[in-house]
Antibody, heavy 118, light 110 residues
Framework: QVQLVQSGAEVKKPGASVKISCKAS????????LHWVRQAPGQGLEWMAI????????DYAQRFEGRVTVTRDTSTSTVYMEVSGLKTDDSAVYFC???????????WGQGTLVTVSS | QSALTQPASVSGSPGQSITISCTGT?????????VSWYQQYPGKAPKLIMY???YRPSGVSTRFSGSKSGNSASLTISGLQAEDEADYYC??????????FGTGTKVTVL
């Protein structure tokens, strides 16, 4: 069974950057599609990016292009997402989600709360 | 590309059946068989309950079923139970934006 464990909550000031991690276990890391999805307080789910199977191409939602960077460390089975130029409306719970196929989000991390406040 | 359209809320009495709709376009729901559904309890991560329109992951109750017609998909919950009270989101692959979620539906068991 795939498990995704994310890093802890963060509090940042506007304009700062935040880097969140998501460590995968229970499945060959390079055989997983890994997504980042966020959920603002009281709001719905918003897809942000996908890390595809080897060689690890990355696609971003257009609204995050240039401000979000996804990287991976295959030696530790960890995917990272960095969001730069934080704004108060970036305050949200950020989830990583993984799947052996690219068509659904089969497994989810526990979520990482990011609070952006001056 | 805005979110797929779902009703904000749906309610039903225990034992009844309810249906949640998910409306998109020919670029997403209507164009692909890649519609999935997620159940989310407050403060928890979403859980996959349906994929490829009408496939249930192992362990998901058979009371959940999915379908699609044209640009709309639906999730039906039969024999409604108190534990079904949660938020539900649809999702689809999209030719234009990769992936898109629905606006979400709050299910209330009366």
């Amino acid at each position: 069974q795939v498990q995704l464990v994310q890093s802890g909550a963060e509090v940042k000031k506007p304009g700062a950057s935040v880097k969140i991690s998501c460590k995968a276990s229970g499945h060959t890391f390079t055989n997983l599609f890994l997504h980042w999805v966020r959920q603002a307080p009281g709001q719905g789910l918003e897809w942000m990016a996908i890390l595809k199977l080897s060689p690890g191409d990355i696609d971003y939602a257009q609204r995050f292009e240039g401000r979000v960077t996804v990287t991976r460390d295959t030696s530790t089975s960890t995917v990272y997402m960095e969001v730069s130029g934080l704004k108060t409306d970036d305050s949200a719970v950020y989830f990583c989600a993984g799947s052996p196929g690219w068509y659904s989000f089969d497994y989810w991390g526990q979520g990482t709360l990011v609070t952006v406040s001056s | 590309q805005s979110a797929l359209t779902q009703p904000a809320s749906v309610s039903g009495s225990p034992g009844q059946s309810i249906t949640i709709s998910c409306t998109g376009t020919s670029s997403d729901v209507g164009g692909y068989a890649y519609v999935s559904w997620y159940q989310q309890y407050p403060g928890k991560a979403p859980k996959l309950i349906m994929y490829h329109i009408d496939y249930r992951p192992s362990g998901v109750s058979t009371r959940f079923s999915g379908s699609k017609s044209g640009n709309s998909a639906s999730l039906t919950i039969s024999g409604l139970q108190a534990e079904d009270e949660a938020d539900y989101y649809c999702s689809s692959y999209s030719r234009t934006v990769n992936y898109v979620f629905g606006t979400g539906t709050k299910v209330t068991v009366l």
